[in-house]
């Protein structure tokens, strides 16, 4: 590791990631600008899902 360089942590490691194999997957063209949007508004609607699901006072945490 190189010294001085900030540590990252797993989530910011999985973001670089998917960076770079959407990145990728573009510029080979595999996925179109349109496939990536649409790929991140069905991630977000996914979130949306699941964060009313636990927000929910019917859901059993107990």
């Known amino acids: ?3 001085g ?6 989530g910011e ?11 990728k997957l573009m510029v ?3 996925l179109s600008q349109d496939d990536v949007r649409a790929l991140l ?3 977000i609607a ?3 899902e699941q964060a009313r699901s ?3 006072p019917s859901s059993d945490r107990g």
């Open 1 to 3: 590791m190189i010294a």
């Open 28 to 30: 080979n063209g595999v």
């Open 46 to 48: 996914h979130l949306d």
């Open 54 to 56: 636990d927000a929910s």
């Open 13 to 23: 490691i999985d973001t670089q990631i998917l960076r770079a194999l959407v990145r």
């Open 5 to 10: 360089s900030p540590k990252l942590s797993q």
């Open 41 to 43: 508004t069905e991630a």
